[in-house]
T-cell receptor
Framework: SQTIHQWPATLVQPVGSPLSLECTVE??????LYWYRQAAGRGLQLLFY??????ISSEVPQNLSASRPQDRQFILSSKKLLLSDSGFYLC???????????FGQGTRLTVV | EDQVTQSPEALRLQEGESSSLNCSYT??????LFWYRQDPGKGPEFLFT???AGEEKEKERLKATLTKKESFLHITAPKPEDSATYLC??????????FGKGTRLSVIA
């Protein structure tokens, strides 16, 4: 069976500090990978998706970047965090692009 | 632009009191409609995919239906453990899923 791991579960970072969130998928090969952000009272917002190693599509301009160094690894990064980067970050995978996605448990990021 | 509207925003039910959640959508060429359940502080859990009008899917006390303009998630005789936020998403063409804001369901014993 397939599993998705996302860590850390919670993170408190000062403004201006760097960020690295990691996500890995087990039990499948060449998954489509996604990073979402969920803000209180708002729907899930797609930040990045990747259909293969080294391929990243960005959905919204922002202070964040994503990388896919290995087939089943997806990383969300920032060089300098802003207060507005606070939120609940979710990694997800799917078999095919933009079909039903399976989510990790999320990272609650608070920028102080 | 694809749009998804879920109603009500919040719903409070007594245990055993059946009801329905609504997901209205505006898309050009629906390829799939997805329902998820999300518990507080957790990632969404996939429930169903519906592809065409008239399609129905069931899982325990949940039943999802689809028309050309909306989907319903029917909850029959809910239990307190059904309390969660239910999310709806649509996909059209080759574009990413578009999520609604969800319905927060509380089932009181």
């Amino acid at each position: 069976s397939q599993t998705i791991h996302q860590w850390p579960a919670t993170l408190v970072q000062p403004v201006g500090s760097p960020l690295s969130l990691e996500c890995t998928v087990e039990g499948t090969s060449n998954p489509n990978l996604y990073w979402y952000r969920q803000a209180a009272g708002r729907g899930l917002q797609l930040l990045f998706y990747s259909v293969g190693i080294g391929q990243i599509s960005s959905e919204v301009p922002q202070n964040l970047s994503a990388s896919r160094p290995q087939d089943r690894q997806f990383i969300l990064s920032s060089k300098k965090l802003l207060l507005s980067d606070s939120g609940f970050y979710l990694c997800a995978w799917s078999w095919q692009r933009h079909t039903e996605a399976f989510f990790g448990q999320g990272t609650r990021l608070t920028v102080v | 632009e694809d749009q998804v509207t879920q109603s009500p925003e919040a719903l409070r039910l007594q245990e055993g009191e059946s009801s329905s959640l609504n997901c209205s959508y505006t898309v050009s060429g629906l390829r799939g409609l997805f329902w998820y359940r999300q518990d507080p502080g957790k990632g969404p859990e996939f429930l169903f995919t519906l592809y065409s009008a008239g399609e129905e899917k069931e899982k325990e006390r949940l039943k999802a239906t689809l028309t050309k303009k909306e989907s319903f998630l029917h909850i029959t005789a809910p239990k307190p453990e059904d309390s969660a936020t239910y999310l709806c998403a649509v996909q059209s063409g080759n574009t990413p899923l578009v999520f609604g804001k969800g319905t927060r369901l509380s089932v009181i014993a």
